[in-house]
């Protein structure tokens, strides 16, 4: 019997491989694919600004790091000792407003410098809902302060597809060979309540093919399908029933590997995935001879591997236990 609704997701047009420089900002997705990639020693920088969840937010932050623009002082906050910026998540914070302020700049110039010379970006975008405030505008976070500061609404497809319209003609013009990948977030925001959470991905999603029928630099990877249909089970949630678990993030993951990556680039993956593995082998007894003939073994794999793939840490760490 069949116990899932599975489909193909056809090769990419803009494949990713470990000549690759990716920029991966937005929601959990980004995070969790960003990291992965990082993980299998690919160039990716990921959510420089913290977890970022409204498409708009994101478009802004884009522009912000194209033409580096200065951070709004009306926007800096501080509580309980520490500086918050509305523009971004609580993550960039500072114990200063000047720190803040370089703080910021510095992620706008890594990110300016990723899309300059970068071949990817991936958006996840998470949420339709967005939060205003009378003085700042959209806010990416609220920080914690009282909700009575903020408004809160839905944004029409619209007004998202304008703003977009504009940012990605910016970055055609700016960064003619970048590539950039849409996904939804299968995170479920129902905090907002779940019809309101349906309503606000049905937006994104239209959203996203509205720009990728646009732009020829655009396409959309399908996340947020595979989660409500191929895994469309509690039994792929962590227990908050909100974030898929890892056994749904590793088979998005080898889904996004099947799309994105050749044959050349999944086999590098999986050698690397083993890498790691022997790395957080932990031996019952690390004297024996059997652990230090693994460990000498490994290090020779490293050593290896180092010629096209940056280990030096992971063979400086091993080197003392040589034998």
């Given amino acids: 019997m069949q116990w899932s609704t599975e489909f193909t997701i056809p090769e990419s047009q803009f494949p990713i491989s470990h000549q690759s420089k990716i920029l991966s900002m ?10 992965k990639m990082i993980d299998a020693k690919m160039d990716c920088l990921v959510n420089p600004f913290g977890t970022i969840f409204h498409p708009m937010i994101l478009g802004d932050l884009l522009d912000h790091a194209i033409f580096q623009d200065k951070l709004e002082e009306n926007g800096i906050l501080e509580r309980e000792g520490l500086y918050f910026y509305l523009g971004v998540h609580s ?33 996840t975008f998470g949420t339709a809902w967005i939060y205003e405030t009378e003085d700042f505008g959209r806010v990416a976070n609220c920080h914690k302060l009282p909700q009575k ?22 970055i055609s013009r700016a960064f003619p060979n970048l590539k950039i990948i849409l996904t939804v977030s299968p995170v479920r925001h129902i905090k907002d309540g ?37 895994l ?10 909100i974030h898929p678990s890892e056994e749904a993030e590793d088979y998005i993951w080898e889904k996004w590997s099947n799309s ?15 890498i790691k593995l022997e790395l957080a082998h932990r031996a019952l007894n690390p004297k024996s001879e059997g652990h230090h003939k693994f460990l000498n073994n490994l290090l020779q794999k490293l050593e290896r591997l180092n010629r096209e793939f ?3 840490k992971e063979i400086k760490s091993l080197n003392p236990r040589r034998v």
């Fill in 149 to 170: 500061q903020f408004s809160k609404k839905l944004v029409p497809l619209d007004e998202m597809e304008f703003h977009f319209n504009h940012i990605f003609g910016n």
């Fill in 232 to 241: 469309r089970d509690y039994r792929f949630y962590k227990k908050d029933l």
């Fill in 310 to 312: 940056d280990f030096s």
């Fill in 91 to 123: 993550d960039l914070h500072a114990e200063s407003p000047e720190e803040l302020k370089q703080k910021y700049a510095h992620q706008l110039s890594s990110v300016r410098q990723y899309l300059e010379t970068g071949s990817h970006l991936i958006l």
């Fill in 26 to 35: 937005g929601s959990c997705f980004a995070q969790t694919i960003g990291q």
């Fill in 260 to 274: 994105y990556f050749s044959n050349e680039t999944q086999a590098k993956v999986l050698e690397l995935q083993k």
């Fill in 194 to 230: 779940i019809p309101e959470n349906q309503l606000s991905k049905s937006l994104l999603r239209v959203l996203c093919s509205q720009l990728e029928n646009k732009f020829s630099f655009v396409s959309y990877y399908p996340a947020y399908e595979v989660m409500m249909d191929e």
